[in-house]
């Protein structure tokens, strides 16, 4: 049971940490494409709460299942965070600079086209 609910931590925090990348990107390039949950305090808020629960969750299910311990447990729990970081920053960022290219690549073919 603890696995499960130490997988499906996991899942939500990369996904809710993807997602709050994704909405950093575009409130930096261009606000106006922005979520409009992001526009919000509670949102951003919630979101960050959600993915810091989640992550120290799976985190600390995923140390306590492979190290032993106290020093290598918390090198682990440290690894295991920032590692669940970098892949919910590849998913947004990825994920928002193709669709920011490809809006770029629209706007630049109407303007073009009113030419």
């Known amino acids: 049971m603890l696995v499960t609910s130490g997988i499906v931590a996991l899942v939500v925090a990369i996904l809710a ?6 909405c950093s990107f575009w ?30 969750w799976a985190s600390k299910l995923a140390a306590d299942r492979l190290f032993s311990g106290p020093f290598v447990w918390w090198v682990a729990f440290s690894v295991f965070l920032i590692v669940r970081w970098v892949i ?14 490809a809006l770029k690549a629209r706007l630049l073919d109407k303007e073009q086209a009113e030419q």
């Open 88 to 101: 919910s920053k590849l998913i947004g960022e990825f994920r928002a600079g193709r669709e920011y290219t």
């Open 27 to 56: 409130a930096h390039k261009f606000v106006v494409n922005c979520p409009p949950a992001w526009n919000t305090d509670l949102g951003r808020f919630a979101s960050l709460l959600i993915v810091a629960l989640a992550s120290i």
């Open 17 to 22: 940490g993807a997602w709050r990348n994704y």
